[in-house]
């Protein structure tokens, strides 16, 4: 953004009420986040007349320990008599200390504007988990790289009747690995999250309930004896792990738009280069910022999360749901289960084993480590008699599933 005052000074062609414009700023704004744009406008005009060829006054000073007020007034009274680049960047450094503590106060206000501004956003995202839709699992699924899953035709065994399989968001830009690797393509940088298809999912969600609900006393005792030892007996869920791996890209990237900036502000890089690799940038950090959404508040569990799942579970437990026919509904499914994250080699299952469970998707909190199981051709193979509308495959794979609660 450029300032009103900073535009009519450079089309007046004001250069003395710019110098004191600039060398007012960084008591005003020591971070100097509220100028960049001004600055980067009078350097592309080259015409302006503004900066000058660097004359030594006051000596700039190498030890900080030295830069005091009186050093800070000394050198803006040398940036009115000689306005050049390398004096305004040591000026700059020179605030981050002289205004050390206005620059914290600042920093700790515009986190909590920019909270306050996307908590609408955010509590929409917290109860969809960024994704609206009817369809169950395009709901509950989630990519190790954060993404959500596209929902695609897979097969129609009939006119009344279709097979989906859902895939990581990322994929439909890149292409699967299996695809890439067809078409001689670098498979360098592209998930590698599997496919997967509506009948594994199912088929999956039924095992992972009946191995939960089918022996309440078992599933009790065996959860008494992992959390009874509190957050020291505990595993923490893997997502944890990937959200911290998406705030590190995040951090990356909003670093490399900062020395972008100063770059272009010490005529490093021509206009053009920079605004090429800015949007390139601004790219990144969006998609980056997208992915962190749909981790919600996800955080590691605390005392008192490990000693409520436990209470929750025994009360669950004392009336556990009963499947029809020996077979969970999509109610029930999306009543117990906060979502499935998809992995290379396994699917992790984040379960809401409460009483107060509802339909509605809410945050995944603090998930642990409670078992695993591996659904087998076999278990595919009974599902598929049980469900003989759908179209039967032809590879059957033994699929890991590890249950968080």
């Known amino acids: 953004m450029v300032h009103e005052a900073v535009k009519t000074c450079v089309v007046e062609r004001d250069i003395e009420r710019l110098k004191y414009i600039f060398v007012d700023c960084l008591d005003v704004d ?3 986040e509220k100028y960049k744009g001004d600055y980067e406008y009078c350097m592309n005009d080259s015409g302006l007349g503004l900066f000058e060829k660097h004359v030594e006054l006051t000596p700039m000073r190498k030890e900080k320990i030295s830069w005091d007020i009186s050093y800070w007034n000394s050198i803006k009274m040398d ?3 000689n306005f050049s680049t390398k004096r305004f960047q040591h000026m700059r450094e020179v605030a981050k200390v002289v205004h050390a503590e206005k620059i914290e106060r600042l920093l700790r206000e515009r986190e909590q504007k920019l909270i306050e501004e996307k908590r609408p956003q955010m509590e929409k995202c917290r109860k969809n988990k960024g994704v609206h839709s009817d369809d169950l699992w395009r709901r509950k699924l989630r990519c190790q790289c954060g993404h959500a899953f596209a929902k695609t035709r897979w097969h129609s065994k009939s006119r009344d009747f279709t097979t989906y399989t859902y895939k990581c968001y990322d994929q439909t830009r890149t ?8 078409n001689g393509l ?58 911290s791996i998406i705030e590190e890209k995040l951090k990356k990237e909003q670093g490399r738009y900062e020395t972008l900036l100063d770059m272009r502000m010490n005529n490093e890089i021509p206009r053009e280069v920079f605004g090429r690799k800015q ?31 436990l209470e929750n ?37 984040l379960l809401n084993l409460s009483p107060e469970a509802r339909g509605e998707l809410d945050d995944a909190g603090s998930p642990v480590y409670f078992t695993k199981l ?23 794979a033994e699929l890991e599933a590890w249950i968080y609660i």
């Open 79 to 81: 940036l009115i008599e």
């Open 175 to 182: 292409g699967t690995i299996s695809a890439r690797l067809k």
């Open 279 to 309: 949007q390139e940038v601004e790219k990144k950090i969006a998609e980056l910022e997208q992915q962190m959404m749909q981790y919600g508040d996800v955080k590691p569990a605390t005392e008192a999360d490990v000693s409520g799942k």
């Open 30 to 32: 020591p971070t100097f």
């Open 313 to 349: 579970l025994r009360r669950l437990m004392g009336q556990p749901p009963v499947p029809e026919d020996e077979e969970f509904s999509e109610e029930d499914i999306d009543k117990y289960v906060f979502g499935v994250r998809v992995y290379e080699d396994r699917f992790e299952w």
């Open 186 to 243: 670098s498979i360098e940088g592209v998930c590698r999250a599997p496919l997967v298809q509506d009948w594994k999912i199912h088929t999956m969600a039924q095992k992972v309930l009946h191995a939960v609900f089918d022996d309440p006393e078992g599933t009790v005792r065996s959860a008494a004896d992992m959390l009874g030892c509190g957050t020291a007996g505990v595993e923490q869920a893997e997502v944890l792990r990937d959200k």
């Open 374 to 396: 591996t659904v087998t051709p076999d278990d595919e193979r009974a599902w598929f008699r049980m469900h003989p509308q759908w179209s039967k495959s032809n590879k059957y």
